[in-house]
């Protein structure tokens, strides 16, 4: 039997991301929480290239992302003055209180999708996720 993995890779995917923004009804897309979620990994600001290249899309669409999300008042952005084609994105006050809220819904959805799996069970899974991520990266270069 053949599997395509991409299938239910994707599933899971969506329900896990749908499940997140349940948690967080003030966000108006999916897409936003990825974007914000990464400010709460370091302190230094983004470049709208490294989001793109993080999230693994298009730098029109983190444009897209990052034009809306100025309009909701969550990030701003300023130039890049060492190159002017960069820019930087920042959050703002606003930006910065939904992160707490955003990492609080993420382990809340985490704790659903986890239910009933040990912690060898879960490590097992995200390490072979790891591995095939590898193997294709590896059989595209």
Do not use: W
């Not at 909701?72 to 820019?87: M, N, V, W």
């Not at 006050?93 to 009933?116: F, M, Q, S, W, Y």
């Amino acid at each position: 039997m053949q599997l395509l993995f991409s299938k239910s890779l994707r599933r899971l995917s969506r329900l896990y991301i749908r499940a997140i923004a349940r948690e967080l009804p003030e966000l108006t897309s999916e897409c936003f929480i990825e974007v914000l979620q990464l400010f709460s990994t370091r302190s230094k600001p983004f470049t709208q290239k490294e989001i793109a290249d993080i999230l693994q899309v298009d730098k029109s669409r983190v444009a897209t992302l990052v034009d809306e999300l100025k309009v909701q008042g969550y990030i701003f952005t300023e130039k890049d003055p060492l190159d002017r084609r960069a820019h930087f994105v920042f959050l703002t006050e606003k930006g910065l209180e939904l992160v707490p809220v955003i990492k609080d819904a993420i382990e809340k959805v985490n704790v659903r999708l986890c239910n009933g799996l040990d912690t060898e069970k879960i490590n097992a899974f995200h390490l072979t996720m790891v591995k095939m991520e590898r193997n294709l990266n590896q059989s595209l270069i």
